[in-house]
Structures are given as structure tokens and as C-alpha cells.
């Protein structure tokens, strides 16, 4: 296939994707957008030309060596998915926007560690794309019939203008915003349609070698296994070489997390939280299919070539080798494909990275502060295509440089054993609250120094010097310090024991100097918002403590500065909103300048945003205690808001309950105030008649007359008397109404009750010609206090015989059975009682109006009274209402 | 001859007060209630009306009330004569337009002197 067609087919097929992800980018709120399958599509950007090219070159020269690479990812799935759950929400809530903010911001936001980190990632991405370029050159080459160049012009060379291709392709998608933390829906989309081409192509071609080339995978076995070395291609790992398995394993493992890249995809591209449930079997799933056939075609390609042959294109010349030019272009795709999707994301990963938290915290401010709104983007946005375009370069020098020597896989793992340096600041950060920033880097830095000397200078002065004796026989020629068998370690392999060492050494100076050394408070604080990050997401903004001083007016500046006028104010509106604040504060608090920090983030990195906002705000020490007790106040205070919600209910329900207690006790007492007056009104009516009397009587100047003598003795004789009823009727009441008045309940014969109580009253009526009938003989014996209901049925007598006309009264005394119960009936034939009386005749001191030309007899409490012995019998007491003639007092008892 | 309208609805202290004041030579109208008393104004212009306030229907205060805004008994004098004696019920008497406030229980001789002074 000629040079120019294949150049041809390649920049069509950008131009699908270039379309794909503009398509995308339009309807970036699509359901074909945002679902769970383009999300771990996405991830699957992990499965680069590495995985493409150098499984079957790394299954043909080690035979299953090659797994641990994706078991590592597939066991650590489960893991994944939780951690993820956690990572996602921290770098949404402070609007993270790749791995050295998130580890810079965990360690207090520190300035030096995010250029650390973003040097180490670089240090680690520019080979892995040279890997990627490389890839690329050689099977460009391998498809143009044309044996690889170098030392021609770089003009002349092809992989140049196709490194140079991939350059605009990244910087065109990566940079159309300046908010970084904002997500770049096209590149996810091309991304899931290039993971579907590259495993599509690939198992294609797996099945086209093995069942279409051999006769299905028995076959190949059987003719593998009759080759000479078989037996090391297949046989499971020994004890040694399970250490290689399980250190790989492991650097896979922290790979998944911590690559720019995967970062990029499952975290800051992360849509919706719920995504992660189907990535957790379907991301496996995947990597699973794409290692299906590598072992075969591997053996396949082995029976085919001979020694020469590299193996990591197999894939491409046993298609080629039977004359299949479509099958080996679309492998060649699928390649292609692999090696765009990394390479894009990668880039567009390290260039937020380089911008954000190495170029613009390290320099750029100034001009930041100074510029106008409009070009701070512009700026922005050429950094990152600096950056983009200058790792790309670097990528190709590399690959100039070192790629002839190195294989696929090698360069991929030396790019895993530096960016695992991370993980011990990543992994313990995010559950070891004293992890702190000195360590982080201490550690980063070790480790860094150790995967140098023990991977990358072995290789360099080789490829400089052209000796091997630095290998061979250590620094100095001192055996223990040998770059791939340190401290006499020889037997794993240089990837492994280098990440033994550097990993060990790093996560040992990590724990030690977090230990020995107290952290900043600044540190502490976000440590605690990182480790607890479930109690203080919800905190919020409240999260931060800040003391100090600050005016809004100056923050905006800088917000303006960086988001324009109309961003800057329509977020400081929703902030003063959403804190219920009036528009015109003036003093800033820790949540607007936590609110401010986020929001610059966003554009140039946690670093330069917490260096801005220092730079008009004055901020005070505070004491790490201090720190720890307003972040576990504010965290009790969120627990303990539920509670007090609850709380705050049932006082609210007390409240009333006591409010409704109070109004009665109000009334009760009002009640209680008249009845006193009542009283007091009562008793001084007699004795005022009596002083009256006997002041008239005792004057012995006055010559009255005997009548009018007897009658004013009389007078006083009835006041005395009725003094003492009035008395003895007020002790009545209150004996009963406060419940010291116990009844004496015996079983008595109703009948033999009934005639006591008409024996007593018996002469009043006689005296007014009135009768009292009981025509009912039947007997019946009930429980109750017979002094206490001849009490009531008197009162009840002397009421109606009272109300009832001399001579023609008649008084009925009856009783039937009710339910369960007696009721008592008195019945007359007098005035009767209006029926606006009916509701208050039980009332003491209640006296009918009814009756104003005749004073009562009584004290105004006998129906009160009355009503208080029956209750205290369980019964009832009533007047019927609407009875046209008379009167009809009624009281039930219960049986027992 | 002096009028005097004594309104109570306790028979026993009219009783002594009717006797008293016919013997200081009063001519003696009785009322049991308020409304009585009106009555026993619509035809009759005493020079001083004994007034007790709790009273069945038509209570002392009304009673009072009724009087004031009579023309004919502008010269009428008003007497409370009750056994409210709190403060507060003497001060509300007097505000209501009463020109004495005397409590029960009482002296009869004292009443008299009373009313005898108010008159003079």
C-alpha cells in the first residue's frame, strides 16, 4: 500500500472523528452522550497500541506474561468502583481538574506538590506517547512497505506529520474552554467509538488468525506445543516470577487510578455517579474480550515467522503474510484508533496539568492580574496548546532517541512504575488524615530518584554510551548497588524491582515524616475534607476555616480578572443567594473566599486560584487544634442537625401542649378569682343582714315596734342560717372538686334510698301542698355512697318543689334500667327551665335569671354539686332538653 | 320630703335600710333589680338612689348608666351600696358617674349619715 493512500485513509478517518466529536460536542446533553456504556467505553482509552501491539509481543517472547497487565485493573475493579465513588465526589465539589490538584489540594493545596506531580506525570506520559508514536511509525511502515528511517530529516519522516496531526487533533477538542474542570463530551464520545473500533478489529483478527489461518485454537496449540521452547511460553510463573506477576499486577492496579489519562476519563469526564454500577462488570468484561486471542495469535505468529520478526506487529503481518491488505488496514485502524484515544486524552490531561499547576501559579499571575478578562482565556487556552503540542514533540524526540532499543511494553511500564509514585500520597491521602504535605513530596521525590536509577539510567546510558557495565556491575562496580538487583534482589524483573524499591522507600518516608513532622493547618484541613469527605460535602463551602480579613469588592476583582464581569457577578449572586447574604456585603467570610478558590480552580488550577485570592485577602494563623475543633463543631453541628430537627419538633409540640396547659391554667385561675369573689359576695349577703338587724336592734333610743322587732330576729336567725348551709356547701364542693372527698360505695336498695330522700324533704312540700309520687316498687341494689345520693336526689326535690306552684305541684321520683346502668329520674311540673339555662345549670354559683322575683333558697352550688358526686360515681347527671311541661332532671349510676 | 329609691335584691338588708330612712323621714321606694328601678324611675324623680350592683337582669352598673343619661334625673345622686370592694370595682363606680361608694357589710347609721351629708 503506497505512503500517500495510507496517509489519505488516515486523515479521512480523523475526519470521521473529528465529526463524531463535533456531533457529540452539539448535543453534549444527549441521552447517546451521557450513558453508562460510553462512559466505560471511555475508560477503556486504558487499552492504548501497548495493549494493541504489545500483549502479542510480550505473549510471544513470555508467553502469559502479558496478563497481569489487565488482571491488575479487573481485581481491582470492585476496589475501583468505591474509591472511585469517593474521588468523584471530591473533585466535583472542589472542582478538580486532574490528579496533581486533587493530590496537591489533599495536601493543603500546595503549590510545589501539583508542579511535582505535574513533572512526574510528564516525565511519565512522554515516553508512553513516544510508545504510542512509535507504534504508529512502525506499523505505518510495516503497511507502506517502507523499512523505518532515522537519521533522514524530520520532514522527511512520515511518523513527524502524523505526531504533528495528532497535535492539532488533541489541541483543537482539548482547548475550546477555559474552565478545565467542564467536560469535554466530543473527545469522551470519540473516545467510546474508538475503543468499540479498536476491540471490534481486534478480535477480528483474532478469529481471522485462528479460526480462518489455523483450525481454531486446538489447533494452534497442538502445533505450538510441539516447538522446542514451549515449555517456558506456557508453563504457570515459578515462585520468582510470581513475584513479577504480583508486582505488575500491582503497577497495573495503581495505573488505573492514577494515569493522567484514566483520571482525565473516569473522574473528571464522570457525568453521573450510577455509571460507575455498569462500569464495574463491563469494564472487565471488556478488558477480557480484547485478551481472548492475544496468546494465540502470538503462537500463530510464531509457527508463521521465524526469530527476526517483531513480534509485537503479528497482528499485522499474519493478514499481510496471507495477502489480507483490507484485514491488516482495518488493524492498522484499530491501532490507530488505540493510539489517537490516549494520545488525546493524555495530552489534554498533561496540559491542563502544565498550565494549571506548573506555568500559570509559577509566573503567569502577574500578567493574570494585570490583563483584561478576554485574554486571560486566550492565555490560558495557548499554554495548553503549548503544552499539547510541546509534549507531543518531546514525545517524538524520545521516541527518535530511545525507541529502537526499547520494546512496546517496556517503555509502557516505565511510564507505570513513575506515575505509582503517586500512590502512596493518593491512596493513603485519602484515608490517613495525618498524611501531610512534606511527606507526600519527600516521598514522590525518593521514589522518583529510585525508579530512576533502577529503570530509566540503565537504559539511558546504554543507549548513550552503548556499554552495559552501569547494569552489569552497579554504581561504582559496587554489586549491591546494581540498577536491576539492588541490596542483592536479582531475581525480579527490572520493571517489578523497580517499583519493589521505589514504591517501599517512598510509602516509608510518607508514613515516617507524617508522623515526625506536624503539617501545616491549611493541610489539615483539607486532609479532613478528603478523608471524611461524606461529613463535609456536605459542610460545603463551611468546610474551609479561614480567619482573617477580606473585602468582596477585592475578590471580584480577581474573579473579573479571570471569568469576566457578567460570570463573575451572576456567581456571586447565586452565592449571596444561596447563603441567604444581603448583595451588598461587604466583609468577605471563609465560605466566599472557599466559593472564590473553587471557582478559579476551575480556570487555572487549585494553586494559582488559592495564590490569587491570598494576594487581596489578609489572612490569620490559626493553631492546628483550632482547626480540628471548628472542623468537628461543624461537623457535629451537621449530625446534630437532625437530631435537633427532631427536637425542635417535639418542642414545638410541647410548646403548644404547654401553651394549651397555660391558657387552661389561665382560665382556672380566672375561674378560680371569681369563685372566691362569688363566695365572698355570698357570705357578706347574711352577715351584712345580720349587722344591719342587730345594729337597728341594739339602738336603745329607737322605740320599735315588737313585730318589726321579731321580724328583724327572724331575719338574722334565717341569715345565720343560711350562713352556715353556704359554708357547709362550700367545703362540700371543694372536698369534691380537689378529689379529697372518698366515697363509701356499698351495695343499697335504690328503693329504700329513694324513700329517705323523700322522708326529708318531705315537710317542705307538705308545707306547700305539693306531691311527691314513686310508683316504681320494683327493688334494686346497686353500689354507691347512700349519703352522698340522697344529697343529690334532696337537691334535686327541693329544686322542683322550689320552682313548682303551691298546691298544684307534682314531683315524679322513678328509675329504669339502662345499659349497663341505672337512671334516676325527677320530674316536675313547675316553671320549667329556658333552654338558654340548660347549658350552664350545672355551673356553680349559676343562678337562673328566671328566678329573680323569689331569691333562691340556696347557695348556688347544689347542681354543682350534684354534678360532682355523680361523676365521682362514673355516672351522669342531665337536664332534658325541650320538655314542654316542667322540668326533667336525669342521673345514671353504673352497676359497678 | 326626701325621696330615696333603695334597689337590692336581698329582702333582709331592704328590710333595715327601708326602716332606717323612713325614720330619718324619707319617702321610701323599693326596687329587687335593676330593672324595677327603672321602672320605678319612670314615674318617680328621687333626690337619691341606693344602688347595689350584683343583681339579677339588669345590674347596678346599667341601672346607673340609665340614670345618667336621663334629663329628668340630672339631680338624682347615686349611691353605690355592694359588696364589691376591690379597688378596681371602686374606682370603676365612681368613673361610671357615682357620687358615693359604700361597701357591705355596713352600718346603718352611718349609711344614713351619709346620704343625709350628700344631700345637705
Request: glycine fraction near 6%; proline fraction near 3%; charge should be neutral.
Amino acid at each position: 500500500m503506497s505512503n500517500y493512500g495510507l496517509l489519505i485513509i488516515i486523515i479521512v478517518y480523523l475526519a470521521i472523528l473529528f465529526y463524531i466529536a463535533f456531533i457529540a460536542e452539539k448535543n453534549s446533553k444527549s441521552k447517546w452522550v451521557n450513558n453508562p456504556y460510553v462512559y466505560t467505553l471511555s475508560l477503556a482509552v486504558y487499552c492504548s497500541a501497548w495493549t494493541y501491539y504489545g500483549s502479542v509481543g510480550m505473549a510471544a517472547n513470555s508467553g502469559v506474561g502479558f496478563l497481569p497487565i489487565y488482571l491488575g485493573p479487573a481485581i481491582a475493579i470492585p476496589l475501583w468502583i468505591v474509591l472511585l465513588r469517593k474521588i468523584i465526589r471530591i473533585s466535583k465539589q472542589h472542582k478538580i481538574s486532574s490528579i496533581a490538584d486533587f493530590i496537591s489540594l489533599r495536601y493543603g493545596n500546595s503549590r510545589f506538590l501539583g508542579a511535582l506531580i505535574t513533572i512526574l506525570c510528564f516525565t511519565a506520559m512522554v515516553p508512553y506517547i513516544s510508545l504510542q508514536l512509535k507504534a504508529v511509525a512502525e506499523t505505518f511502515g510495516i503497511m507502506a512497505n517502507e523499512p523505518n528511517k532515522f537519521g533522514i530529516s524530520i520532514f522527511d519522516d512520515s511518523t513527524f506529520y502524523i505526531a504533528l496531526i495528532l497535535a492539532i487533533f488533541a489541541t483543537f477538542f482539548g482547548t475550546q474552554a477555559t474552565d478545565a474542570s467542564e467536560k469535554h463530551k466530543g473527545i469522551v464520545a470519540t473516545v467510546a467509538f474508538e475503543s468499540i473500533l479498536k476491540l471490534t478489529f481486534f478480535l477480528i483478527i483474532g478469529a481471522y488468525v485462528t479460526y480462518y489461518l489455523f483450525d481454531g485454537t486446538e489447533d494452534i496449540y497442538e502445533q505450538i506445543s510441539n516447538t522446542a521452547n514451549f515449555e517456558n511460553l506456557s508453563k504457570l510463573p515459578d515462585l520468582e516470577s510470581g513475584f513479577n506477576w504480583f508486582f505488575i499486577m500491582m503497577l497495573s492496579f495503581t495505573a488505573i487510578f492514577l494515569l493522567p489519562r484514566q483520571f482525565q476519563v473516569a473522574v473528571i469526564e464522570n457525568s453521573r455517579e450510577k455509571h460507575l454500577k455498569k462500569a464495574i462488570w463491563l469494564f472487565p468484561l471488556y478488558l477480557f474480550l480484547f485478551n481472548i486471542f492475544v496468546i494465540f495469535i502470538a503462537w500463530a505468529g510464531k509457527l508463521t515467522f521465524d526469530e527476526t520478526v517483531n513480534a509485537e506487529y503479528y497482528t499485522l503481518l499474519l493478514p499481510l503474510n496471507s495477502d489480507n491488505t483490507f484485514l491488516a488496514l482495518l488493524v492498522f485502524l484499530g491501532g490507530f484508533s488505540a493510539v489517537i484515544s490516549m494520545v488525546v486524552v493524555s495530552t489534554l490531561a498533561l496540559s491542563k496539568m502544565i498550565s494549571n499547576n506548573l506555568i500559570i501559579p509559577y509566573g503567569f499571575l502577574d500578567k493574570f492580574v494585570k490583563a483584561k478578562p478576554e485574554q486571560n482565556a486566550s492565555y490560558i487556552k495557548n499554554i495548553r496548546r503549548i503544552s499539547i503540542f510541546t509534549i507531543i514533540i518531546l514525545a517524538y524526540v524520545f521516541y527518535i532517541n530511545f525507541s529502537i532499543e526499547l520494546s512496546l511494553y517496556s517503555i509502557g511500564l516505565i511510564s507505570f512504575v513513575i506515575i505509582a509514585q503517586l500512590a502512596p500520597s493518593f491512596f493513603i491521602g485519602l484515608f490517613w488524615n495525618r498524611g501531610s504535605s512534606l511527606a507526600s513530596i519527600t516521598g514522590i521525590i525518593v521514589g522518583l530518584i529510585l525508579s530512576t536509577y533502577t529503570l530509566i539510567l540503565p537504559f539511558t546510558i546504554e543507549a548513550f554510551t552503548g556499554s552495559s557495565d552501569f547494569t552489569d556491575f552497579g554504581l561504582f562496580g559496587i554489586a549491591i548497588l546494581k540498577p536491576y538487583g539492588l541490596f542483592g534482589i536479582d531475581f525480579l524483573s527490572p520493571p517489578a524491582h523497580a517499583f519493589f524499591w521505589s514504591i517501599l522507600v517512598n510509602t516509608f518516608c510518607y508514613v515516617v515524616i507524617s508522623l515526625a513532622f506536624r503539617g501545616h493547618y491549611r493541610e489539615r484541613n483539607y486532609a479532613e475534607m478528603f478523608v471524611d469527605s461524606k461529613n463535609f460535602s456536605s459542610l460545603q463551602d463551611s468546610a474551609l476555616v479561614w480567619k482573617g480579613e477580606a473585602y468582596v469588592a477585592d475578590i471580584k476583582n480577581v474573579l473579573i480578572k479571570l471569568l469576566g464581569e457578567a460570570r463573575s457577578q451572576h456567581a456571586l449572586n447565586l452565592f449571596f443567594k444561596k447563603y441567604d447574604l444581603p448583595s451588598d456585603t461587604q466583609m468577605a467570610d471563609a465560605r466566599l473566599i472557599n466559593f472564590s478558590e473553587k471557582l478559579l480552580t476551575g480556570s487555572i488550577g487549585s494553586a494559582s486560584a488559592k495564590i490569587l485570592i491570598a494576594g487581596v485577602v489578609k489572612e490569620q494563623e490559626i493553631s492546628l487544634p483550632e482547626v480540628l475543633k471548628i472542623l468537628e463543631e461543624s461537623k457535629d453541628a451537621i449530625s446534630s442537625n437532625k437530631v435537633l430537627r427532631e427536637k425542635s419538633a417535639e418542642l414545638t409540640d410541647l410548646t403548644s401542649q404547654l401553651k394549651h396547659a397555660n391558657e387552661e391554667l389561665i382560665t382556672k385561675d380566672k375561674q378560680k378569682d371569681e369563685f372566691l369573689d362569688t363566695i365572698a359576695h355570698e357570705l357578706k349577703t347574711p352577715i351584712t343582714g345580720i349587722r344591719a338587724a342587730s345594729e337597728l336592734l341594739i339602738d336603745e333610743d329607737d322605740d320599735m315596734s315588737t313585730d318589726t322587732r321579731q321580724t328583724f330576729l327572724k331575719n338574722i336567725m334565717g341569715d345565720s342560717d343560711r350562713l352556715s348551709r353556704l359554708i357547709n356547701d362550700i367545703l362540700d364542693f371543694e372536698k369534691l372538686s380537689t378529689g379529697r372527698q372518698q366515697l363509701n360505695l356499698k351495695k343499697r336498695n335504690i328503693q329504700r334510698t329513694f324513700k329517705k330522700a323523700i322522708g326529708n324533704i318531705q315537710h317542705i312540700a307538705a308545707s306547700k301542698e305539693i306531691k311527691i309520687v314513686n310508683n316504681n316498687s320494683f327493688n334494686f341494689e346497686l353500689p354507691y355512697d347512700e349519703d352522698r345520693i340522697l344529697q343529690v336526689l334532696t337537691n334535686l326535690l327541693s329544686n322542683s318543689i322550689k320552682f313548682c306552684e303551691q298546691k298544684k305541684g307534682v314531683i315524679i321520683l322513678d328509675y329504669k334500667l339502662g345499659n349497663n346502668c341505672v337512671e334516676i329520674y325527677v320530674k316536675d311540673n313547675g316553671r320549667g327551665i329556658p333552654d338558654e339555662d340548660i347549658n350552664y345549670i350545672f355551673d356553680k354559683f349559676y343562678q337562673s335569671e328566671n328566678q329573680n322575683t323569689i331569691k333562691p333558697q340556696g347557695s348556688g352550688l347544689g347542681l354543682a354539686i350534684s354534678k360532682q358526686i355523680i361523676e365521682k360515681h362514673k355516672g351522669k347527671i342531665w337536664v332534658e332538653k325541650g320538655t314542654k311541661v316542667g322540668s326533667t332532671f336525669g342521673f345514671k349510676l353504673p352497676f359497678s | 320630703m326626701k325621696k330615696i329609691l333603695i334597689v337590692d335584691d336581698e329582702p333582709n338588708i331592704v328590710m333595715t335600710l327601708e326602716y332606717a330612712f323612713k325614720k330619718q323621714d324619707f319617702e321610701v321606694f323599693i326596687a329587687r333589680d335593676g330593672s324595677e328601678a327603672l321602672h320605678i324611675l319612670q314615674n318617680n324623680v328621687p333626690d337619691v338612689v341606693l344602688l347595689d350592683i350584683m343583681m339579677p337582669n339588669v345590674d347596678g352598673y346599667q341601672t346607673l348608666e340609665h340614670i345618667k343619661k336621663s334629663e329628668l334625673l340630672k339631680n338624682t345622686k347615686v349611691v353605690f351600696l355592694t359588696a364589691k370592694n376591690k379597688v378596681s370595682d371602686i374606682e370603676k363606680g365612681l368613673k361610671l358617674g357615682a357620687d358615693r361608694y359604700l361597701t357591705k357589710p355596713f352600718s346603718v347609721k352611718k349609711i344614713v349619715s351619709e346620704i343625709l351629708g350628700l344631700l345637705s
